[in-house]
């Protein structure tokens, strides 16, 4: 789950040092899609765990 976030927030930075922009930050934005597809990824992982008890 951290190695998501911690790719996306590079990602991020990445994309703001190389395009920046007065208005939009991409840093936030990517670490948002990171949080939510790391809890996607838990979420799946525990129903199909679920699923097989």
Known sequence: ???IIFLFAYLGN???ENHPSTKVYYVKIMVMVGVFLALY???RQVNEINKNQ
């Open 41 to 43: 990824n838990v979420i």
């Open 1 to 3: 789950m951290g190695v």
């Open 14 to 16: 990445w994309i703001d």
